[in-house]
């Protein structure tokens, strides 16, 4: 039988295929019938009635066979766009577990770095502590093993001018007592001359019934007043004069080198 050739019979189904021939043969059969000897009238009309008969079986199953056609591919692509949908969700997934899993290991390497500087900066503070501890304890041993240091000998000074003045300042040193050599002795002498002895009978103190005495020629009562302790309470010893007569100077003058006549 010859395949048919009318618009769109390729695109349709097997199904539909089946169906068109069908019709056709049903079509050839009611020819065939129809071209047996009779009137006319029926010859004319046996070729109308398979006309009728096939073109509109086929025409509906043409129209069938495209829709058909149309609603599969619909359905071929919903399919594809829920499978890429689906692909593209479990990508998505799998990249934020990723990115977590990245998260997660920095975080742990951090607190991990954190940790061992910590452990580091503790053991480094024990040992420092350790090392000073040690360190004063060899000290304190080397302090008990030394030899006590030997006292030392008590400063002498000759029984003279020089020594005087010299033993004067030694312990105007102690107290913060200014004055110079120079100008310690520039005044002895102009005052005394270097006598410890020496007494002014004449002058207004004498008249008032306290004379200046010894090496600076000093009263009593400024004597009294500027006795500086560890010395002789003499207004006569010449260290004491010298001290004393020094301390009413720095009080009065700012220091005996500022003095350069009677005072």
């Not at 046996?46 to 609603?71: D, N, W």
């Not at 998505?92 to 900066?121: G, N, S, T």
Request: charged share 25%; hydrophobic share 40%; aromatic share 6%.
């Amino acid at each position: 039988m010859p395949v048919p050739t009318f618009s769109g019979y390729r695109r349709l189904t097997k199904t539909h295929k089946l169906s068109a021939a069908g019709i056709a043969a049903a079509g050839a059969a009611a020819l065939a019938f129809a071209v047996v000897p009779g009137s006319a009238q029926a010859e004319q009309s046996v070729p109308q009635a398979a006309q009728a008969l096939s073109a509109k079986p086929v025409a509906e199953v043409q129209a069938a066979g495209v829709g058909k056609i149309e609603k599969d591919t619909l359905t071929e692509k919903s399919v594809q766009a829920a499978k890429q949908d689906k692909i593209d969700a479990e990508v998505k997934a799998k990249a934020e577990q990723a990115a977590k899993l990245k998260k997660a290991a920095e975080d742990m390497a951090e607190k991990k770095a954190d940790f061992a500087a910590k452990v580091k900066a503790e053991a480094k503070a024990k040992a420092d502590k350790e090392r000073t501890v040690q360190a004063a304890a060899n000290r304190s041993t080397e302090r008990e093993a030394a030899p006590a240091a030997a006292p030392t000998p008590e400063q002498t000074y000759p029984n003279n001018l020089d020594g005087w003045i010299r033993e004067a300042m030694s312990i105007m040193k102690k107290h913060g007592i200014p004055g110079s050599y120079e100008g310690i002795h520039r005044n002895i002498i102009r005052e005394s001359g270097g006598n410890p002895r020496a007494i002014n009978n004449w002058d207004i103190n004498a008249q008032n019934g306290v004379p200046s005495k010894g090496l600076l020629q000093v009263i009593q009562p400024t004597f009294d007043t500027y006795h500086v302790e560890g010395t002789a309470n003499d207004l006569y010893d010449p260290v004491a004069n010298i001290v004393a007569a020094c301390n009413y100077a720095a009080d009065r003058y700012g220091s005996m080198d500022n003095v350069n006549s009677a005072y």
